[in-house]
């Protein structure tokens, strides 16, 4: 505006017309709207490179399941499909044996015989004598290389039932 002599301003009249018939793109040359998409799409590439994300966060699948209930049944399954019934039921009276440490102070180093009177103090729906049996059968049954199927269900359901008791009564 200065380079005009006096007080002679000009304007472009070309997009204030009265009957404006253009798309709001059509305004710009060609060339400055592909540079602009061009420059969108780089902008959306350089951010995917970047592994910017946008939108909701979604945990981990394997963080919510990696200790659940379908590991825990695989790794039955995988026991049960390769007859190490044994190994099996060493984890079960690991697992139970731990359970009995934290819920009723029973110490997991203690051998299942000499745990009988605990025991008898706090598994209130069996008596002594079958607690008794139960603890002396169950030593023998982690002691043995092999069981078969029909033991191996036999103790798991009688394991079962005193790490329900356990969990139920704290």
């Known amino acids: 505006m200065n380079e005009t ?15 404006i018939t253009e798309q709001s793109y059509e305004v710009y040359p060609l060339s400055f709207l592909l540079v602009l998409f061009q420059g969108a799409i780089l902008t959306i590439l350089w951010l995917w490179y970047q ?12 963080e919510t399941v990696r200790f659940g209930d379908e590991g825990i049944r695989a790794i039955s399954a ?18 139970v044996k731990v359970l009995l440490q934290e819920q009723w102070y029973i110490p997991y180093q203690a051998k299942w015989t000499d745990i009988s009177d605990q025991l008898a103090k706090r ?13 002396v059968g169950i030593s023998t049954v982690l002691q043995k290389g092999r069981l078969n199927k029909q033991e191996y269900l036999l103790w798991s359901k009688r394991i079962d039932r005193l790490r329900i008791e356990v969990e139920e009564n704290e």
Do not use: C
């Not at 002599?5 to 009957?19: A, C, M, Q």
């Open 51 to 62: 592994g910017k994300r946008f939108g909701p966060i979604y945990v981990v699948r394997k």
């Open 78 to 95: 995988w026991y049960l499909r390769g007859k190490r019934y044994a190994d099996s039921l060493v984890i079960q009276a690991d697992y």
């Open 123 to 135: 598994w209130t729906t069996m008596s002594k004598r079958d607690i008794d049996r139960f603890l």
């Open 5 to 19: 002599p006096g007080k002679t301003v000009y304007f472009d009249e070309y997009s204030h017309r009265e009957n």
